[in-house]
């Protein structure tokens, strides 16, 4: 069977960037963890509240790309010389992206009680009005 894309039907021209955004949503294996709250906090402001329990600060990472505010998690491993009779709480690594609107900046980050809480505002954008002159054509 072949793949479709939307640059190969002239009617779909002009969208591609929604076709990236498509097959990077679809490769991001996304398995439900760490679980994440987004909440509207203002008119123009957002909050994503992930619950990363037993991660430390300098266990996560917060970076925007392309676009994507990207989250990653990876625990240390401290349990050298330790010896565990049952091991119940998996050390596991984690990578969570959400995809920005144009005009949402990513603020704070703030970690509190094992929730990790990432503020986010939208900017109101500027109204641009731009006059275009006519020009009188050549009466061809």
């Known amino acids: 069977m072949t793949k479709l894309t939307l640059g190969t039907h002239p009617f779909l021209?002009?969208?591609e960037q929604l076709e990236?955004?498509?097959e990077r949503t679809a490769?991001?294996?996304n398995d439900g963890y760490p679980p994440y709250?987004?909440?509207q906090t203002s008119e123009r402001s957002y909050?994503?509240?992930l619950a990363v329990a037993g991660f430390a600060e300098s266990d996560l990472s917060i970076t925007v790309e392309d676009n994507s505010l990207v989250i990653r998690g990876r625990q240390s491993d401290d349990s050298e010389g330790r010896i565990f009779l049952h091991r119940g709480i998996a050390a596991r690594q984690f990578q969570r992206s959400f995809i920005l609107a144009d005009g949402v900046d990513v603020g704070e980050a703030v970690m509190e009680n094992g929730l990790l809480h990432v503020?986010?505002?939208r900017s109101v954008p500027d109204s641009v009005v731009?006059?275009?002159k006519i020009r009188k054509g050549s009466g061809k």
């Open 37 to 39: 709250n987004i909440e």
């Open 20 to 22: 990236r955004l498509v």
């Open 47 to 49: 909050r994503i509240t």
């Open 27 to 29: 490769k991001t294996g």
């Open 119 to 121: 503020d986010l505002t």
């Open 13 to 15: 021209l002009g969208f």
């Open 130 to 132: 731009q006059t275009i």
